[in-house]
């Protein structure tokens, strides 16, 4: 598989707050109402993509899962696909190398043609042919061959036991699309999208995504507008903020920062009903990642200082103002298998006389120098702040001398993967809500770090297993061991897990079933009237 660049988490600055609360305007919108009423959602995020062969961005993923069917999905607040184009999907025995489904009857694109097993097979192997970098083919990586034995049919043999399979394919890497509409060795560019998902879309521009409900969809989604017009704002949280309060959007999404949160959630009554603030788990989470090749940070009694050093806490407080909760673990809360191995070796609060012992044992009796390198051009401005917060909290220990370097992210990638740094900062989102996306990443082969990691056990022996466990409830042992050797092993630092906010006004409902561990933006369920 290609190394590829992940989707990582983009804040942006400052300036939604003020906007609104200069001022939070009567509602403008088109005077629908009801479940027929259509709703305007701005958003921050480019949509790099609307070609689900090539996308691998959240804004392009978002416009996936809403106009393209996969034949899986993730229900609202839940972790575990569910059959969606398909009426039901499973692995042949227990070996988790051939996955069957049967697809529902009667499916139809938006276009009035129908959704056969051969839309499904060539879909799949579009996305393989084409191998975009920017593409979703890492998570299709597994699949050997397809087989479609009728119109309803399809039979994927893998190359390897994945029982995460149901989850990827659930994904926006799943997305089905038209074969009479798409080509099959080229991606299509025309800012046109064919699916069977609960919206079709009419019209796509620098500036919105229009999208009207279609009638053709066949699934499990109940849509609950009249349409969604997609604003882009393009970085402008200004503008973004302005346009809330005016009325001309009816809900932010993705553009707010910790600071912005705090500000509103402050500053809103109990009662105000102009304006709302939706909170929503995530499973985002971000690391301090170390080059183990590097001559500082490759000693691990300099790794392990900074676990017993780095207050997540403060971090979480001073930093992103509560909109973020320690993590102590690579597999975050709220997925199955997580665990607090960091806090259960190092303790959740520094420890300055156990991270002088390590140096010393080690014989480093100088202070430590070294540089921490950020990219807060994409993983947003407060990457920065949080940065030169780690330094000073590692300086004030005085056991060491750290500096913070800050990078466009262009190079910053250039730089990880050639190994020039020795500490640096990654974020993730996951694709799907599974142990599986947070591990085999960040440690199996061609993985996102760049940081000459790699542990026998880990590679060779637990990723496997745990990918042929059809029981993902059974893989609990396996990633509690993983998570154990990262946490001796210290190749990352876990930092922290993110929180999903929207901001909105008070006639929109719905929003809290958008905002989970999925990373699905359900159009369908959010309510304006």
């Not at 190359?159 to 299509?188: M, N, Q």
């Not at 973020?324 to 070796?345: E, K, M, N, Q």
Request: net charge negative; aromatic share 10%.
């Amino acid at each position: 598989m290609k190394a590829r660049v992940k989707t990582w988490t983009v804040p942006l600055a400052a300036g939604l707050s003020a906007a609104l609360l200069a001022g939070c305007g009567a509602d403008k919108g088109d005077g629908e109402s009801g479940d027929a009423a259509k709703v305007v959602v701005g958003m921050s995020d480019e949509v790099l993509a609307t070609d689900p062969a090539d996308g691998y961005d959240p804004g392009s993923w978002l416009l996936f899962n809403n106009v393209f069917q996969s034949l899986m999905s993730f229900p609202k607040g839940g972790s575990t696909p569910q059959p969606e184009a398909a009426e039901k999907c499973g692995f042949d025995g227990n070996a988790s190398t051939v996955y069957r489904c049967t697809l529902q009857e009667g499916l139809k694109f938006s276009n009035g043609n129908a959704l056969t097993s051969e839309d499904v097979k060539f879909s799949f192997e579009r996305a393989l042919q084409i191998d975009s970098d920017s593409g979703p083919v890492p998570l299709l990586s597994t699949i050997d061959r397809i087989e479609t034995p009728d119109e309803r049919t399809v039979v994927f043999h893998l190359k390897v036991p994945d029982a995460t399979f149901p989850s990827k394919i659930a994904s926006g890497a799943g997305s089905i699309v038209d074969h009479r509409e798409y080509e099959a060795g080229a991606l299509r560019n025309d800012g046109k999208a064919v699916g069977s998902g609960p919206y079709k879309l009419d019209s796509f521009s620098e500036t919105e995504a229009v999208f009207s409900v279609n009638p053709e969809y066949k699934g499990t989604a109940e849509v609950k507008n009249g349409g969604v017009t997609l604003t882009f704002f393009h970085g402008d949280q200004k503008r973004l903020g302005s346009a809330l309060k005016q009325g001309d959007v009816d809900v932010a999404y993705r553009g707010l920062t910790a600071q912005d949160i705090a500000t509103l959630q402050g500053s809103l009554s109990a009662d105000d009903e102009q304006i709302q603030v939706v909170e929503g788990s995530s499973a985002e989470v971000q690391h301090l990642v170390f080059n183990m090749d590097d001559p500082v940070a490759g000693k691990r009694a300099v790794r392990e200082a900074f676990a017993y050093l780095v207050d997540r806490d403060a971090l979480v407080r001073d930093v992103y103002e509560a909109t973020a909760t320690p993590l102590y673990s690579i597999v975050p809360a709220g997925i199955g298998t997580h665990s607090t191995a960091f806090f259960d070796r190092y303790g959740g609060t520094p420890q300055p006389g156990k991270a002088r012992k390590a140096l010393r044992s080690a014989g480093i009796t100088d202070k430590v120098k070294l540089t921490l390198w950020s990219t807060p051009s994409r993983y947003g401005p407060a990457t920065d702040q949080e940065l030169k917060a780690i330094a000073k909290q590692l300086n004030d220990s005085g056991l060491f001398e750290a500096t913070v370097e800050s990078v466009e992210f262009g190079q910053y990638e250039k730089d990880v993967q050639a190994g020039k740094y020795g500490v640096y900062v990654k974020g993730w989102v996951p694709d799907y809500p599974d142990p599986d996306n947070f591990t085999a990443p960040f440690f199996g082969p061609d993985n996102v770090l760049g940081n000459n990691y790699e542990n026998k056990q880990i590679t060779g022996k637990i990723i496997p297993d745990t990918s042929a466990m059809a029981d993902r409830a059974a893989t609990e042992d396996k990633f509690a061991e993983l998570q154990n050797l990262v946490s001796e092993d210290i190749p990352v630092l876990p930092l922290w897990q993110g929180k999903q906010y929207a901001v909105a006004h008070g006639n929109v409902t719905g929003l809290e079933w958008t905002l989970d561990a999925s990373t699905v933006f359900r159009f369908w369920e959010i309510k304006k009237g």
